[in-house]
């Protein structure tokens, strides 16, 4: 079993910055495939930003030139750096394992999920 620790979440300003780390558990953290998601209010859970095992990642759109995925194995910690923060990132961010990672489409959904933790971006 797997056990995901998101930490890292807050209240930001626009154009401000905040990291967030994802803990996960076991030795196994080094062949997964990881992925942050979010959910805004009244929307559906997307895909962020996917990184694979060997280092290979993959952003939505939205975030491309702001945002960076990043993994510490040393630590079984993954991070999410997001810079030039918009209201519209306000959401509740998830770390989620155990999916494939394809290098025509980058990360899909895997088994495991964190508890998520809260961005609010606003003035």
């Known amino acids: 079993q797997v056990q995901l620790v998101e930490s890292g979440g807050g209240l930001v300003q626009p154009g401000g910055s905040l990291r967030l780390s994802c803990a996960a558990s076991g030795s196994i953290f080094s062949i997964y495939a990881m992925g942050w998601y979010r959910q805004a209010p009244g929307k559906q859970r997307e895909l962020v930003a996917g990184i694979s095992s060997g280092g290979n990642t993959n952003y939505r759109d939205s975030v491309k030139g702001r945002f960076m995925i990043s993994r510490d194995s040393a630590k079984n910690t993954v991070y999410l750096q997001m810079n030039s923060l918009k209201p519209e990132d306000t959401a509740v961010y998830y770390c989620?394992?155990?999916?494939?990672?394809?290098?025509?489409?980058?990360?899909?959904?895997?088994?495991?999920w964190g508890r998520g933790t809260q961005v609010t971006v606003s003035s």
């Open positions: 989620n394992a155990g999916g494939p990672y394809y290098s025509s489409s980058g990360y899909g959904q895997g088994a495991y």
